[in-house]
T-cell receptor, first 113, second 111 residues
Framework: NAGVTQTPKFRILKIGQSMTLQCTQD?????MYWYRQDPGMGLKLIYY???????DKGEVPNGYNVSRSTTEDFPLRLELAAPSQTSVYFC????????????FGSGTRLTVV | AQSVTQLDSQVPVFEEAPVELRCNYS??????LFWYVQYPNQGLQLLLK??????LVKGINGFEAEFNKSQTSFHLRKPSVHISDTAEYFC?????????FGKGTRLHILP
């Protein structure tokens, strides 16, 4: 099983550009999450989804958008990239939110210049 | 909202020595706690979790954690560390449908 697959692994964006970070899981998990990780700050939740067609904001949603049209895919969209969005982004999935742990992807390292 | 506090940002320890990584959680009627490990340039992996029952939880790679309700703590321990344990460790707590992570503790293994 591939688990959670994130693409691309690395990306450099110019200020104001847009891009989509892709996330796909093959475990039939209903719950999916996007986190960003900054040095010394741990992981901050951006958006999450408890099933296809349902999304909710996390702690730091500004500047991002998501959609969940299928169980497998949960893309994260950056519309107008800003230097503050330079970070490592992790997608994760779970069978359920409260009792189960997450399966993480390997991350996307994004630099905005 | 639930939260966790990791008391040490970095912990140096000699190889084959014991280690304890400290974590405190915000008090709640019921709490579900996790420890994750992140090796360099990788995603996070689940080490262990506490949902209920025995307060001593055993995880992978020889790690264990003890749930202490009176002290609202969930410290991670290993009796003898190896160079391969060099990583960042995150304590986390369930909050409704999502997990809230601490800021992480970087474990440095000294030769």
């Amino acid at each position: 099983n591939a688990g959670v697959t994130q693409t691309p692994k690395f990306r450099i964006l110019k200020i104001g550009q847009s891009m989509t970070l892709q996330c796909t899981q093959d475990m039939n998990h209903n719950y999916m999450y996007w986190y960003r990780q900054d040095p010394g700050m741990g992981l901050k939740l951006i958006y999450y989804s408890v099933g296809a067609g349902i999304t909710d904001k996390g702690e730091v949603p500004n500047g991002y958008n998501v959609s969940r049209s299928t169980t497998e895919d949960f893309p994260l969209r950056l519309e107008l990239a800003a230097p503050s969005q330079t970070s490592v982004y992790f997608c994760a999935s779970s069978r359920g939110g409260r009792y189960y742990g997450y399966t993480f992807g390997s991350g996307t390292r994004l630099t905005v210049v | 909202a639930q939260s966790v506090t990791q008391l040490d940002s970095q912990v140096p320890v000699f190889e084959e020595a014991p280690v304890e990584l400290r974590c405190n959680y915000s008090s709640s009627v019921s709490v579900y706690l996790f420890w994750y490990v992140q090796y360099p340039n990788q995603g996070l992996q689940l080490l262990l979790k506490y949902l209920s029952g025995s307060t001593l939880v055993k995880g992978i790679n020889g790690f264990e954690a003890e749930f202490n309700k009176s002290q609202t703590s969930f410290h991670l321990r290993k009796p003898s560390v190896h160079i391969s344990d060099t990583a960042e460790y995150f304590c986390a707590v369930s909050d409704d449908d999502k997990i809230i992570f601490g800021k992480g503790t970087r474990l440095h293994i000294l030769p």
